[in-house]
């Protein structure tokens, strides 16, 4: 290991864009933990980036269950970087038909389960000197966005739109209440990017990371509380 010891935690970070932040933070010196909720296709994604030189591991954690939340914190010792990544995408047709239990779903992953780490985190993120959290969200979750009389009908999906417009807030209350501490939370869009869960996109998943790492590693005189895309400040 050389550089700064710091760790970072990528949820979801076994494949997509999760795998390339957790890969170009290892080029970054940071320690890497891949948090997965499989042991398998954790191990592996750790051997993948172990075979580049990265310092990676993982642990078994599925943002849904706060079992395996609390036991894959215990084990991490120090946290410098929390990326929020995992999310699921769930196929919907127009809201008046999304059965409730489509958005319980969602929400459960892509909200609750992120506040859930985000909470079980924090303790070790005071600790550090320059504590970060990035919490994936997407253009969809842009009420500017999606209120745009050219936005598609086809990408008007009540369950995932709306619990990534939730990850915003969620993310400017964290911020607000850790204001007067070093730690830093903001949203980011990666970007279409093309993976499992948008395999139509041509945005190569490294590219739609390096949005993410770019705010994994802010300064201190750096902002929190806000939503970004690659080109800087984009609409709540
Ligand atoms: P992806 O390839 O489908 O990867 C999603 C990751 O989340 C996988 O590692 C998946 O694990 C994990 N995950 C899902 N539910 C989980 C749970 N309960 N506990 C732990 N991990 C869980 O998708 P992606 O495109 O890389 O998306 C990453 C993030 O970027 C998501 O939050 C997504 O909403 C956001 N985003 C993506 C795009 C895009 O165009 N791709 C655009 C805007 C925002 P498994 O392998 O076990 O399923």
């Excluded at 591991?57 to 929390?82: F, Q």
Aim: hydrophobic letters at 40%.
């Amino acid at each position: 290991m050389t550089g700064s010891e710091k760790v970072a935690l990528v949820s979801g970070g076994n494949k997509g864009i999760g795998f390339e932040v957790a890969r170009q933070l290892g080029q970054l010196d940071y320690r890497v933990v891949i948090a997965c909720r499989d042991e398998e296709r954790g191990r592996v994604a750790a051997d993948k980036l172990r075979s580049e030189d990265v310092e990676a591991s993982y642990v078994v954690l599925d943002v849904s269950n706060p079992d395996s939340i609390a036991t894959a914190v215990h084990k991490l010792g120090r946290l410098d970087v929390l990326i929020n990544n995992a999310g699921i995408a769930p196929a919907e047709g127009p809201p008046s038909e999304v059965p409730l239990d489509v958005l319980r779903q969602t929400y459960e992953t892509n909200v609750f389960g992120l506040v859930a780490v985000t909470q079980a985190v924090l303790p070790l993120l005071r600790k550090a000197d320059a504590g970060r959290i990035v919490n994936l969200s997407s253009g969809a979750g842009s009420l500017t966005v999606v209120s745009r009389p050219d936005w598609r009908p086809e990408w008007n999906g009540l369950a995932y739109n709306t619990s990534k417009s939730a990850v915003n807030a969620v993310t400017v209350a964290f911020a607000t209440e850790l204001r007067d501490t070093p730690i830093k939370v903001n949203a980011v869009n990666p970007g279409y990017t093309k993976t499992d869960m948008s395999p139509g996109a041509n945005r190569p998943a490294a590219d739609g990371a390096a949005v993410v790492v770019h705010y994994a590693v802010l300064p201190a005189n750096g902002p929190t509380g806000g939503f970004f895309d690659e080109n800087g400040p984009i609409p709540w």
